[in-house]
């Protein structure tokens, strides 16, 4: 059972440092841990052990393990270098809670993904919407109220989604079918020494089978009946090495598969169905269809980009109300945004108590059930009507969908700026909740650093912005926070 520690956040002038003196107030991880709800990170981790045993060692403290999670996306390191950085980085440390210096590693690396584990993506919306309530001026009262009808809408809502790619390399049908044998012969080789039999293991010549895979793989632009056949060649063998991995089971059941072989099996099994469909019927499409053995749960997304017309990873809808992030939505599966707005608007109401003047969002999202929706509650969808454009059309109407079609660039700017920036152009957790939670965490920590922009840009004036801005930060955040 996990025991909640302390939620003081320790004091500057208390850190031990070894070699003496005292951290700095304008150093970035200072003002980012006064901006943390780490109390609610400290209940949202405690929750995740309820049904957990008592006994054993006890638990890593939340600060520890959320703050980890938190400076290795902020930095962008492996999981192994975020435990040496933190064993460097005395400013890491108070980050993190300690109340002096210690050079040895807190934890191993390992931990780190435990750590994701512990807080889901769920966790991580609250945690963001808590942000937002903390840090910006609370509404009047009565304002807050969701239940009060509705009766004027207030702000603005920007909507649009996102694919953040998982760390797999381009698929294609005889990569995947060569992996596929390559791991099913090594299996049959841990199998073959406990069984009776002799011979050749497989069916068919190994070398052969790779000469095969080779002569494609290396060909710049290789004709598509020539990548038929091969496909045809290798689906044959990965069969052939499925039911001779059944039939060495089967003779000697005392000899069993270790859980991590067991599920990569399985996996190998449902893609060699979905090849043998694909291939039988002269397709390309499949339900569900697996593009990495490591990553079975990550699924092709149609995109239509100019850079790739498909993506591999999450796709993620976002929402920007007031120049603040909410991650509204997250699956591997694709799916139509045009059916998610109604939700969203209806989140935006219990969060605001009322519902917004104007939705920016794009063609996608004009759907005659979306525009019936809005026209019922008072709300503005941007972009043309439905139909042939009509001469008709006003100037003023005209503007309004310029000025609006500029507001909506602010979400197409904040995804460029969180991959680019804050990594969401490559998730590199491989477990489906890890991943989500690594792609939350990225939006979160975005959100952090547009506040301190934010609270800099509300109290200062623009000249003494470079000159003074580290002097009065810290201050800044700290009495808004209080």
Same mark, same amino acid.
């Given at each position: 059972?996990?025991?909640?520690?302390?939620?003081?956040?320790?004091?500057?002038?208390?850190?031990?440092?070894?070699?003496?003196?005292?951290?700095?107030?304008?150093?970035?991880?200072?003002?980012?841990?006064?901006?943390?709800?780490?109390?609610?990170?400290?209940?949202?981790?405690?929750?995740?052990?309820?049904?957990?045993?008592?006994?054993?060692?006890?638990?890593?403290?939340?600060?520890?393990?959320?703050?980890?999670?938190?400076?290795?996306?902020?930095?962008?390191?492996?999981?192994?270098?975020?435990?040496?950085?933190?064993?460097?980085?005395?400013?890491?440390?108070?980050?993190?809670?300690?109340?002096?210096?210690?050079?040895?590693?807190?934890?191993?690396?390992?931990?780190?993904?435990?750590?994701?584990?512990?807080?889901?993506?769920?966790?991580?919306?609250?945690?963001?919407?808590?942000?937002?309530?903390?840090?910006?001026?609370?509404?009047?009262?009565?304002?807050?109220?969701?239940?009060?009808?509705?009766?004027?809408?207030?702000?603005?809502?920007?909507?649009?989604?996102?694919?953040?790619?998982?760390?797999?390399?381009?698929?294609?049908?005889?990569?995947?079918?060569?992996?596929?044998?390559?791991?099913?012969?090594?299996?049959?080789?841990?199998?073959?020494?406990? &069984? *009776? %039999?002799?011979? !050749?293991?497989?069916?068919?010549? /190994?070398? $052969? @089978?790779?000469?095969?895979?080779?002569?494609?793989? =290396?060909?710049?632009?290789?004709?598509?009946?020539?990548?038929?056949?091969?496909?045809?060649?290798?689906?044959?063998?990965?069969?052939?090495?499925?039911?001779?991995?059944?039939?060495?089971?089967?003779?000697?059941?005392?000899?069993?598969?270790?859980?991590?072989?067991?599920?990569?099996?399985?996996?190998?099994?449902?893609?060699?169905?979905?090849?043998?469909?694909?291939?039988?019927?002269?397709?390309?499409?499949?339900?569900?269809?697996?593009? &990495? *053995? %490591?990553?079975? !749960?990550?699924?092709?997304?149609? /995109?239509? $980009? @100019?850079?790739?017309?498909?993506?591999?990873?999450? =796709?993620?809808?976002?929402?920007?109300?007031?120049?603040?992030?909410?991650?509204?939505?997250?699956?591997?599966?694709?799916?139509?945004?045009?059916?998610?707005?109604?939700?969203?608007?209806?989140?935006?109401?219990?969060?605001?108590?009322?519902?917004?003047?104007?939705?920016?969002?794009?063609?996608?999202?004009?759907?005659?059930?979306?525009?019936?929706?809005?026209?019922?509650?008072?709300?503005?969808?941007?972009?043309?009507?439905?139909?042939?454009?009509?001469?008709?059309?006003?100037?003023?109407?005209?503007?309004?969908?310029?000025?609006?079609?500029?507001?909506?660039?602010?979400?197409?700017?904040?995804?460029?700026?969180?991959?680019?920036?804050?990594?969401?152009?490559?998730?590199?957790?491989?477990?489906?909740?890890?991943?989500?939670?690594?792609?939350?965490?990225?939006?979160?920590?975005?959100?952090?650093?547009?506040?301190?922009?934010?609270?800099?840009?509300?109290?200062?004036?623009?000249?003494?912005?470079?000159?003074?801005?580290?002097?009065?930060?810290?201050?800044?955040?700290?009495?808004?926070?209080?």
């Amino acid at each position: 059972m996990y025991k909640k520690t302390s939620r003081i956040q320790p004091s500057l002038e208390d850190f031990l440092l070894p070699f003496g003196g005292k951290l700095s107030a304008n150093n970035r991880w200072v003002k980012e841990a006064k901006l943390i709800p780490w109390d609610l990170v400290e209940d949202l981790y405690a929750e995740s052990f309820k049904n957990e045993r008592e006994d054993g060692r006890p638990p890593i403290p939340a600060r520890i393990a959320y703050g980890a999670i938190y400076i290795k996306e902020r930095e962008k390191l492996t999981d192994e270098r975020c435990v040496e950085h933190i064993a460097e980085n005395a400013y890491m440390q108070y980050f993190l809670g300690l109340k002096e210096f210690r050079p040895e590693p807190l934890f191993d690396a390992s931990m780190m993904t435990h750590f994701r584990k512990r807080f889901s993506p769920e966790a991580m919306q609250k945690i963001n919407e808590e942000l937002y309530r903390r840090t910006h001026q609370p509404k009047a009262d009565g304002d807050n109220d969701p239940g009060d009808g509705g009766s004027s809408n207030k702000g603005s809502l920007i909507i649009d989604a996102t694919v953040a790619p998982a760390d797999i390399r381009y698929p294609t049908d005889l990569e995947l079918l060569n992996e596929c044998r390559e791991q099913t012969e090594a299996i049959i080789e841990s199998l073959w020494g406990t &069984s *009776l %039999r002799h011979g !050749h293991k497989t069916g068919y010549s /190994r070398k $052969k @089978a790779r000469k095969q895979y080779l002569k494609v793989a =290396k060909q710049r632009k290789p004709r598509k009946k020539l990548i038929r056949q091969t496909i045809g060649k290798q689906l044959i063998y990965v069969e052939k090495n499925l039911a001779r991995i059944t039939t060495l089971l089967d003779e000697n059941p005392t000899h069993k598969l270790s859980p991590k072989k067991e599920q990569r099996l399985e996996t190998i099994e449902q893609l060699v169905k979905q090849q043998r469909h694909m291939f039988d019927q002269r397709s390309h499409v499949c339900e569900d269809r697996i593009v &990495s *053995l %490591r990553q079975p !749960h990550v699924r092709p997304i149609v /995109r239509g $980009k @100019a850079s790739a017309a498909v993506e591999f990873g999450q =796709k993620l809808e976002l929402v920007i109300v007031d120049g603040f992030t909410f991650l509204e939505k997250q699956s591997f599966d694709n799916f139509n945004e045009g059916v998610t707005l109604i939700d969203a608007v209806e989140r935006y109401r219990e969060r605001f108590g009322a519902y917004p003047e104007a939705i920016m969002a794009d063609k996608l999202y004009r759907n005659r059930d979306n525009l019936r929706y809005c026209k019922e509650h008072g709300i503005r969808l941007s972009g043309p009507r439905l139909g042939r454009p009509k001469a008709a059309d006003s100037q003023a109407e005209r503007e309004q969908a310029y000025q609006d079609s500029c507001q909506r660039n602010i979400v197409e700017g904040r995804i460029g700026v969180s991959k680019r920036r804050y990594g969401l152009s490559r998730i590199m957790a491989y477990l489906p909740d890890t991943a989500l939670t690594e792609a939350a965490m990225q939006i979160f920590i975005m959100n952090v650093a547009h506040l301190i922009r934010r609270i800099l840009r509300l109290f200062l004036p623009r000249q003494f912005r470079g000159a003074f801005a580290s002097l009065f930060l810290f201050f800044l955040i700290f009495s808004v926070i209080q």
